[in-house]
């Protein structure tokens, strides 16, 4: 053995030469090579290629490449045998890597409709995954799972390659590609790409086939040209194996294998001898001077990756492993050494590298929430910012920890059922969940999720969308949506609403009751036309005013204008209807208003109003007349009652000056009672007599300052507020057009029944004011007297009408019937607000013009 073995197993030469292969080989391997070892020492075989585990002195395991030749003598007998081994187990372990990332590869392809086969050769039992029956366009059911079975259903003209395609892979002639044409059940045709892996035994025989599937119809032709240029690379760099060399110090190839041939791209030894390593082996002289350099000085080179050129000038990435052989004066005669293409070993680091960088941003970036945990039991062992910016918990507080622990599931029945799918299917796509954010309010999501080969594991990478926002808005809409259908219905005339292409989608129980016309009736306007409109000159009139009338709409972006028309139902009635709507994205909502009786009304209205005129004429001339009687009347029996009042009160008096010794005491009484009521009669007679000439009074308006008017009739109240604790508060009032005197009265009635209603009060409070619009002007006065009671209100205005008895107040009850008269000569209004027992508040209102 050489010393590179030694060092490789960690083994002194002493130490191996008392060791068996079986000492140093994983246990797992000895049966496997123990059959192989003896076909060739039976030279049965010539040579033994494998690869193997091998347990180094310190217990670490480790790969090496395995080729062996056996040796005899003349006779045939067996001598020894001659091993190279070579370590490969960093390439294993990027082996390892690249199947973790196929793991990662077939999620993608999960999402990207990739169908997987699986074809277990020496049962002939083919596997398709959910995408492949979708590609194929078969049931689960009708695929009987035999090669056969996918071979029939291709293309007939494309059976014969196909097999042709797959006995090549089968025999290693070449990597497993293939495009072709499916027939699906109905007779369309598809065109497809197949990729497959030939596994292989031990004796190198295929035993699984692997592989995926994808659409290519639409980019067959582009796609093509493309597969070829891939193909041509990869068979440049895939076919590349260990070579074996010796050479001399300056570079001149004295031993090479058919390996390392092929791999400089030479169709022979003799050919491959005439090129120079010194200077045309290498893309970088330097990398020769630094080869040479270091295995003159240490003997032998271990792991020195450089770029070599081939024939065709393109480049190599080897591994080399070389020992410097000298002669008996010390002098190197020439080096032996392996050469590993590393090419590919390269481009898959690079490429692993990059996907992982991709993947690394991918998950760190997305704002969707990202997540791995363990499938075992479900422990975090990674997350994402859109993790923490959805759920609100740091990295640090969830990692070592479950879903359970921190609370995030809602419901656990839709946990159950969200773990039992992972289980049962390895996928799921799109779940609906509510999920409990740390702040504990609950989000709507979507969850999916798939099994994954993580640090040699399985585990779970679970991608989860917050749409919360989008449930809500779906929520809202349907809401909305079913508002609308609500109010269509409810509202009480015929409402239709009619698509962009004439359809009409809906039409209300009114519409249907009023115009008769139901959807196998008149699905579209076009129906609609006839059936609403049977004389044709007047259809045509509508169609082109309606046609014009939406035109309007679209182009002032306005509500479609309200035309009347008359509209013949399907009972035949011509009903009088204002037709009117509003474009919704292109749609037609369409309300009818029916106007028929209020048509006939006007009609018999207008033919009232010709006669109507008259007729008012003469009942205005028969109350003026009525009311001149009325008036007169009030003048003449408030003029007569007078002189019988004072004669009642003269023979009153003589008997009180006459007779007042001889009369009893309850004889007295008797006088100042009928003397009393006689001095009542004579104010309720004043008062009427004044309230009879109010109303006949003619008006003298004039401009003038209300403050003065007001004034004139607090002075005339001095007598009845002497010796009263009366808190005033006056605010300026403006200047207004109307009769003087009658005003004047307004105020002393108002005024006065303020001061005479509070006259319980200590202090009395009286506030005076008005508020002012574009109109009129309001005035008013406030008191915190006696009050009423609201629901009396509307006797307040009216003759001889009392809220309080004569005991409590004094009064005729005609004042205020002057103030509402007053008023209304002026074109105003009154009315007065209270609260038993808390005062009251009287307004009366002007026009300002």
Request: net charge negative; charged share 30%.
């Amino acid at each position: 053995m050489n010393p590179a073995f030694s060092a490789m197993m960690g083994y002194t030469e002493e130490e191996l030469h008392k060791m068996t292969f079986k000492d140093i080989t994983h246990t797992d391997d000895v049966s496997k090579d123990l059959p192989n070892i003896l076909k060739l020492i039976s030279n049965q075989i010539s040579v033994l290629k494998t690869e193997k585990r091998y347990i180094r002195k310190d217990g670490q395991e480790i790969w090496g490449s395995l080729t062996v030749t056996a040796n005899f003598n003349d006779d045939g007998s067996f001598l020894y045998n001659l091993a190279i081994v070579e370590d490969i187990t960093h390439r294993k372990k990027a082996e390892q890597e690249i199947r973790r990332l196929n793991e990662r590869i077939s999620t993608a392809t999960r999402a990207s409709q990739v169908g997987i086969w699986d074809w277990d050769i020496v049962n002939n039992q083919l596997v398709w995954d959910d995408q492949m029956y979708a590609l194929y366009g078969i049931k689960k059911e009708e695929f009987t799972g035999a090669f056969e079975a996918w071979v029939n259903g291709l293309h007939p003209d494309d059976r014969e390659f196909c097999q042709n395609e797959t006995q090549l892979a089968l025999r290693g002639e070449k990597e497993y590609e293939s495009d072709f044409r499916v027939v699906w059940p109905e007779g369309t045709i598809h065109y497809e790409k197949a990729k497959g892996e030939v596994f292989r035994n031990e004796k190198g025989e295929p035993v699984r086939m692997v592989g995926i599937n994808f659409d290519i119809t639409e980019r067959k032709n582009a796609e093509e040209t493309l597969r070829i240029s891939e193909e041509r690379y990869r068979n440049i760099f895939e076919s590349a194996v260990i070579g074996i060399y010796r050479t001399t110090p300056d570079g001149k190839i004295l031993m090479a294998n058919s390996t390392l041939t092929k791999l400089l791209g030479f169709n022979s030894f003799e050919e491959l001898i005439q090129r120079d390593l010194e200077s045309e082996g290498f893309e970088d002289n330097n990398q020769r001077k630094k080869f040479r350099e270091s295995i003159e000085k240490n003997g032998r080179v271990t792991g020195l990756e450089s770029v070599w050129k081939t024939k065709n000038g393109k480049s190599v990435i080897i591994n080399e492993n070389a020992k410097a052989f000298y002669d008996s004066n010390g002098q190197i005669i020439y080096y032996e050494g392996t050469i590993e293409d590393i090419t590919k070993r390269k481009q898959i680091e690079k490429t692993l590298l990059e996907s992982e960088e991709k993947f690394r941003k991918a998950f760190a970036t997305n704002p969707d929430s990202i997540t791995i945990t363990r499938l075992s039991d479900g422990m975090y062992v990674s997350v994402n910012s859109g993790f923490t910016q959805i759920f609100g918990h740091t990295e640090e507080e969830v990692l070592g920890k479950t879903p359970l622990e921190i609370n995030m599931w809602n419901n656990a029945d839709s946990r159950k059922q969200f773990v039992n799918a992972l289980k049962t299917k390895g996928i799921v796509e799109n779940f609906e969940a509510r999920l409990c954010p740390k702040n504990g309010t609950i989000i709507d999501t979507l969850v999916s999720a798939t099994i994954i080969d993580f640090e040699g594991a399985p585990h779970v990478l679970s991608t989860t969308k917050d749409i919360t926002a989008r449930k809500q808005a779906e929520e809202a809409l349907r809401e909305s949506e079913e508002k609308f259908r609500k109010l269509i219905e409810s509202i009480p005339l015929p409402v239709t609403y009619v698509n962009s292409l004439g359809g009409i989608n809906f039409r209300n129980d009114r519409f249907l009751q009023v115009l008769g016309y139901n959807s196998e009736e008149v699905p579209t306007v076009n129906e609609w036309w006839g059936k609403a409109y049977p004389d044709e000159t007047y259809r045509k009139w509508v169609i082109k005013n309606w046609e014009s009338a939406v035109k309007n709409a679209i182009e002032t972006n306005t509500d479609i204008e309200p035309i009347e028309y008359n509209i013949t139902c399907k009972d035949a009635i011509e009903r009088t209807m204002i037709v009117s709507g509003i474009i919704i994205e292109d749609n037609l909502l369409i309300t009818f208003i029916d106007i028929t009786d209020r048509k006939k009304a006007e009609e018999e209205i207008r033919k009232l109003n010709e006669t109507l005129e008259q007729r008012i004429e003469e009942r205005t001339t028969q109350l003026k007349e009525a009311n001149k009687e009325l008036e007169a009347f009030s003048y003449s029996v408030s003029h007569d009652l007078r002189a019988p009042l004072r004669h009642i009160n003269g023979f009153v008096d003589l008997l009180t000056e006459s007779y007042n010794d001889l009369l009893p005491e309850k004889g007295k009484h008797y006088l100042d009672v009928i003397k009393n009521s006689s001095r009542q009669m004579g104010v309720l007679i004043d008062d009427l007599l004044q309230f009879s000439r109010t109303g006949r009074q003619e008006m003298q308006e004039t401009n003038m300052n209300m403050d003065s008017v007001f004034q004139e009739a607090l002075n005339s109240l001095v007598h009845d507020t002497e010796n009263r604790n009366i808190e005033w508060n006056i605010a300026p009032l403006p200047n207004i057009k109307g009769d003087h005197s009658l005003l004047r009265m307004v105020w002393y009635n108002l005024l006065g029944n303020a001061v005479k209603f509070t006259k319980s009060k200590n202090p009395a409070r009286i506030q005076i004011g008005f508020a002012e619009d574009k109109i009129e002007y309001t005035f008013f006065v406030r008191d915190n007297g006696a009050g009423f009671d609201m629901r009396f209100a509307h006797k307040l205005f009216g003759v001889f009408q009392r809220l309080h008895s004569a005991k409590e107040f004094e009064g005729t009850g005609i004042g205020l019937a002057n103030v509402h008269r007053i008023i209304l000569r002026h074109g105003g209004r009154t009315w007065a607000e209270s609260q038993l027992g808390e005062g009251a508040t009287f307004y009366f209102t002007l026009p300002k013009q």
